[in-house]
């Protein structure tokens, strides 16, 4: 796979004492969206260079990334949203942003703790900014639900097989550890395990055109990117029930969650 030179201004060193401040603060408030991405600062140093890298090698990857389309501003345009076919992955999309009033622009909001690098015109950020605006088009090709920890910890260690980065594995290990004293099992940790497979045997979803993959029927889409079906997770999801399924947060207590109070991991 091509080398490329490191992001401009970084010094390739993972900054722990954050990570860990931010990994506590996460693990005593499931809402608090904003610790993911100060762990993913802090602990997914040179990511974006591996993926894009990944991406230009791909035989559409070269078009992708010429192109350089922001999704983010494509998934907030409602009349694109509106356009999907019955039983197509947009329209799951579209039933997904309605059923759960989350947004592509509301994780763009969450996401930007000051102004740096994911701002950046480059090719790197533009990267990182593609992973993090498909986070919820991976929620529903996977089938696991967003507005709750286990989903969200299940999709954090598919993503970490996905696109590596040290900091979906670490959130995905600390959630399931804390599970096992709060579950008083492993079920938890099983249907998190389960994500981590799936993400390796799945295709690089990464190298899609999601602006082709949306008109797809959902079903063959799985099929072709080889996602299974998530058996372990919807196994703990009936046997935990809601309250312990979303161990780390209490968003299901409340109505009218904001964006900033979700990805809960």
Do not use: C
């Amino acid at each position: 796979m091509a080398t490329l030179p490191p992001f401009p201004g970084t010094n390739g060193k993972r900054d722990w004492r954050s990570a860990i401040d931010a990994i506590r603060k996460l693990m005593n408030n499931g809402d608090d969206t904003q610790q993911v991405f100060r762990i993913m600062r802090a602990l997914n140093v040179g990511n974006a260079p591996e993926n894009y890298a990944r991406l230009i090698a791909t035989e559409k990857g070269g078009r992708i990334a010429q192109e350089h389309v922001e999704l983010a501003e494509r998934f907030t345009d409602a009349a694109f949203v509106a356009s999907f076919a019955p039983g197509t992955v947009g329209a799951a999309y579209r039933h997904f942003l309605e059923s759960t009033g989350y947004s592509a622009d509301g994780l763009v909001a969450v996401s930007k703790l000051a102004p740096d690098e994911d701002d950046m015109a480059h090719p790197y950020a533009w990267m990182g900014r593609r992973i993090r605006d498909t986070h919820d088009i991976w929620h529903v090709l996977t089938g696991y639900q967003a507005d709750e920890s286990l989903g969200e910890a299940a999709l954090v260690a598919f993503s970490y097989a996905q696109v590596g980065g040290l900091g979906w594995a670490f959130i995905a290990t600390a959630a399931s550890l804390k599970s096992l004293n709060v579950t008083k099992g492993t079920l938890f940790a099983k249907a998190v395990i389960e994500g981590y497979r799936h993400g390796r045997t799945a295709k690089w979803i990464s190298g899609e055109d999601y602006l082709e993959l949306l008109h797809e029927p959902i079903d063959a889409a799985r099929r072709r990117l080889n996602i299974k079906k998530p058996v372990a997770y919807r196994h703990a999801q009936a046997e935990l029930g809601p309250a312990l399924a979303s161990y780390l947060s209490a968003q299901k207590e409340r109505a009218g969650a904001t964006e900033a109070e979700r990805l809960a991991a």
